[in-house]
């Protein structure tokens, strides 16, 4: 989202703007938030295991991270293998991504919306931020 969306929305506290293709830091400290999420982005990103593992960075151990995509995308922003790869390969390659980075357990990634709904499909995949050991963290399961 850009500055202005984010300004827009009356639910949001405060916002950051932030490039993460030219620099993946966060501006937060370690282990601030509860959950993360990225929503119909994960296709744009350059440096994808820099982001997840800047994600896990801020998130507290157990927390979900979640990334949600559908079959539409700009082209000419996602990156050359997501435009030569189908939905079942979205899948994959996000999966891929919590599994190269580092610290994360109990990776899922499913279809979320029914196989012919009006509109289109949704996707997600998501995963944990494990403790100390990269395991579940303190009094969490798989």
């Given at each position: ?125 998501w995963s944990f931020r494990g403790g100390a050991d990269g ?8």
């Amino acid at each position: 989202m850009n500055e202005e969306e984010l300004r827009r929305n009356p639910h949001a506290a405060e916002s950051v703007v932030r490039d993460l293709n030219a620099d993946p830091q966060l501006p937060f400290p370690d282990a601030t938030f509860d959950a993360a999420t990225c929503c119909v982005s994960v296709d744009y990103l350059v440096r994808p295991l820099e982001v997840f593992d800047e994600v896990g960075r801020v998130l507290q151990p157990g927390a979900p991270f979640v990334c949600t995509f559908s079959n539409r995308c700009f082209p000419t922003k996602a990156i050359r293998g997501w435009l030569a790869t189908d939905d079942e390969a979205h899948l994959a390659v996000v999966s891929t991504y919590f599994r190269l980075s580092s610290g994360w357990w109990g990776t899922t990634a499913e279809r979320l919306t029914p196989e012919h709904p009006p509109g289109d499909p949704l996707y997600g995949v998501w995963s944990f931020r494990g403790g100390a050991d990269g395991g579940p963290a303190s009094g969490c399961s798989e």
